[in-house]
């Protein structure tokens, strides 16, 4: 029995872009979340240098990371079909919703699913004993809101 994969692709840049031009805005989004899970306070004179270092960090890390995965994604013929649709104006807007509706339903199903599956761990399994630890060793983790 043998496996066989679909054909390579090039290397599409301009998904990696279209996938740039998405993370850059959402990594600000997180800076007041951030902040509050640290309990942090920017100082006005602080802030460009945080707003500068979050667009560093967007662009570097995700920005490499997303070509990598992009780039081996094509050598063996995956991929994100429906952006690599809409950018090479390959399909309609129609025949995009229709691709987008069939593969919304599955990722929701999949992210409940994982979800549900990573709360009752957390639950059941790894806080339990984290909370023996924690209580062994004198450490109080504050409530949160």
Do not use: H
């Not at 951030?34 to 667009?55: F, N, R, W």
């Not at 069939?102 to 059941?124: M, N, P, Y």
């Amino acid at each position: 029995m043998s496996i066989s994969l679909p054909v390579r692709r090039a290397f599409n840049w301009k998904v990696w872009v279209f996938v740039l031009v998405l993370v850059v805005p959402s990594s600000y989004a997180i800076i007041p979340y951030s902040s509050t899970l640290t309990s942090t306070t920017y100082k006005p004179d602080e802030l460009p240098g945080v707003i500068m270092l979050t667009l560093v960090n967007a662009l570097l890390v995700t920005g490499v990371l997303a070509g990598i995965g992009l780039f081996f994604a094509s050598r063996i013929g995956l991929g994100l079909p429906l952006v690599e649709g809409w950018v090479k104006r390959e399909a309609s807007c129609l025949q995009l919703v229709g691709r987008f509706r069939r593969a919304f339903g599955l990722s929701v199903l999949v992210g409940v699913v994982a979800s549900l599956a990573v709360i009752v761990l957390d639950t059941f399994v790894f806080w339990p004993p984290l909370a023996v630890e924690l209580d062994y060793l004198g450490i109080v983790i504050p409530a949160t809101v």
